[in-house]
C-alpha cells in the first residue's frame, strides 16, 4: 500500500495500513463513470453515521501525512508514513 502526496510517493507500513478505515475512493471528475461513482459515494456516505466518521479520519490523515512529508522534504530528510493524524 502507497501514500501519494505532493512531495512523492511513500510506503504504508503495515502497522499503520492496517489503522486506516476503509473508505472507498473518491471518483476521479476525469472519469467517464463519475456520476454513477460520485452518487455510489454519497449513498455509502449516507448509510451510516460511521461512514462519515472513517471517511473524515482517512481526510484527515491525508493532509497530516502531506504536511509531514512535505515537512521532510524541505529538510531533506527521508519521510516515513505515520499514524499520526488518525486519531
Known amino acids: 500500500m502507497m ?3 505532493t512531495s512523492g510517493t511513500f510506503p504504508i ?9 476503509w473508505v472507498p475512493p473518491v471518483p476521479n471528475a476525469d472519469a467517464p463513470d ?4 460520485s452518487k ?4 455509502w456516505l449516507d448509510e451510516s453515521p460511521t461512514h ?7 481526510r484527515r490523515w491525508h493532509l497530516v501525512q502531506e ?3 512535505a515537512e521532510a522534504a524541505s529538510k ?3 519521510y516515513q508514513v505515520t499514524a499520526d493524524g488518525l486519531d
Open 13 to 21: 507500513p503495515p502497522d499503520v495500513a492496517a489503522r486506516l478505515p
Open 52 to 58: 462519515l466518521i472513517d471517511f473524515e479520519r482517512l
Open 67 to 69: 504536511d509531514l512529508a
Open 34 to 37: 463519475y456520476e454513477v461513482l
Open 40 to 43: 455510489a459515494l454519497t449513498e
Open 3 to 5: 501514500l501519494s502526496t
Open 76 to 78: 531533506g530528510v527521508t
